[in-house]
């Protein structure tokens, strides 16, 4: 998606070789309308597969998820990073890392949210090292439900998580596939 190239080239900021920031347009401030543009480019994506859930983690997901959701009219679901009070006993849980915290998560989802049969589509804003994804790769596949595929806006390519996803076959579909970064500058995977 060249506009997402573009507005990561323009807004985007390279902390050492391995964090990209787009805090600006993304992920603490949210241009609503593009990030609506990115939603419509990954429902495309995933045009002819059967769809019923939109699956995420908290917090970053969330917004995508949401849109992408509303232009399949399917509900949003996103899996909570700790167990709160309002949350049933009755969830599936699998543990995370995070790269960007550096640390380990129990995710969990209410089990009423993902059901048998369900054929869920994972949308989340960054890959790097494939663990999320992963894991609610395992989530889902705990339910009985089928993962379509999983729609990202922006995809680290050097960390290799999208190709370890892809071999392992799921349907891994990046608007931008950064390929290299650094202070200098970014470069994209054609």
């Known amino acids: 998606m060249e506009k997402l190239k573009n507005r990561i080239l323009q807004d985007g900021l390279v902390v050492g070789d391995k964090i990209l920031k787009v805090s600006s347009f993304l992920n603490h401030q949210i241009d609503v309308q593009f990030l609506d543009e990115i939603a419509e480019e990954i429902v495309k994506s995933f045009s002819k597969k059967e769809i019923t859930r939109v699956l995420t983690i908290e917090a970053s997901g969330i917004a995508i998820a949401c849109a992408v959701a509303r232009i399949l009219k399917v509900p949003a679901v996103f899996c909570k990073k700790d167990k709160t009070s309002n949350v049933p006993e009755d969830v599936y849980s699998v543990q995370i890392h995070s790269f960007t915290h550096n640390q380990d998560y129990n995710v969990i989802v209410s089990k009423e949210f993902i059901e048998k049969g369900d054929k869920v589509l994972i949308v989340d804003d960054f890959l790097a090292n494939g663990c999320a994804i992963e894991g609610l790769a395992s989530l889902i596949e705990l339910a009985g439900a089928q ?41 994209f995977r054609n």
């Open 147 to 187: 993962v379509v595929g999983a729609g990202i806006v922006i995809e680290k390519g050097f960390q290799g998580g999208g190709d370890r996803l892809r071999e392992k076959g799921i349907d891994v579909q990046s608007m931008a596939i950064v390929e290299k970064m650094c202070s200098k500058g970014i470069e």
